[in-house]
């Protein structure tokens, strides 16, 4: 049976067929069913009103579930979804055509980053590692003195196989990126052993 997961990393190799993968799977990592339930998505809202954020852009936006439920839970929110995969911001305007999306690649995303108070990448620091220099020199320049959130899920010693070189944990992520940290929230699933993480960076204190 195949399984959405080995269409982006398996065997421990990035694999990154998102296009395919959103084409043959309704609902990869079930996000509408999680949305409402994760501790780290309502940390998001309450980043948004702390730091008196009024333009997002989501990084990873997939089917758009996320961007919804920011912009529903704040009144005002000018939200941008951005995805790569054509297929899942088609699914996306579909789902939500109040919600601004669009196909596109962060890495090569630069003049256009100054509209937005804020970026949040959303779970795909692991995809991006190819390109992560070029997104970081980018975001210095075009996005300095505005605000970055990364939402992103790590799992106990020992599992994780992919992007070990880069970090395996929030505080290791937090040292690698090149910017002042203003909060870090861990989410610890005992059951399952994974940690969804949120934190906040601005660029260029």
């Known amino acids: 049976m195949e399984r959405y997961q080995d269409y982006v990393i398996k065997d421990g190799k990035f694999i990154g067929r998102f296009e395919e993968m959103y084409q043959k799977f309704e609902d990869p990592w079930n996000q509408k069913a999680c949305i409402a339930d994760s501790y780290v998505r309502h940390?998001?809202?309450?980043?948004?009103?702390?730091?008196?954020?009024?333009?997002?852009?989501?990084?990873?936006?997939?089917?758009?579930?996320?961007s919804n439920f920011w912009k529903e839970s704040n009144p005002g929110l000018q939200i941008t979804g951005m995805d790569i995969s054509k297929t899942a911001i088609e699914k996306a305007k579909n789902n939500y055509p109040d919600i601004h999306f669009l196909i596109g690649n962060i890495s090569t995303y630069q003049k256009e980053l100054a509209q937005y108070d804020a970026c949040l990448f959303a779970e795909i620091m692991w995809y991006i590692l190819d390109d992560i220099d070029v997104i970081l020199k980018n975001l210095q320049y075009f996005?300095?003195?505005?605000?970055?959130?990364?939402?992103?899920?790590?799992?106990?010693?020992?599992?994780q196989q992919y992007g070990k070189e880069y970090f395996t944990n929030l505080d290791e992520m937090c040292a690698y990126?090149?910017?002042?940290?203003?909060?870090?929230?861990?989410?610890?699933?005992?059951?399952?052993?994974?940690?969804?993480?949120?934190?906040?960076f601005r660029i260029g204190d």
């Open 43 to 66: 940390a998001t809202n309450v980043s948004i009103r702390k730091y008196h954020i009024q333009s997002l852009l989501e990084v990873g936006c997939g089917l758009g579930w996320g």
């Open 143 to 159: 996005f300095h003195g505005k605000t970055v959130m990364v939402n992103q899920t790590f799992y106990k010693a020992g599992v």
């Open 177 to 200: 990126l090149p910017w002042k940290c203003l909060e870090k929230i861990v989410e610890e699933d005992v059951e399952t052993g994974s940690i969804d993480t949120h934190s906040v």
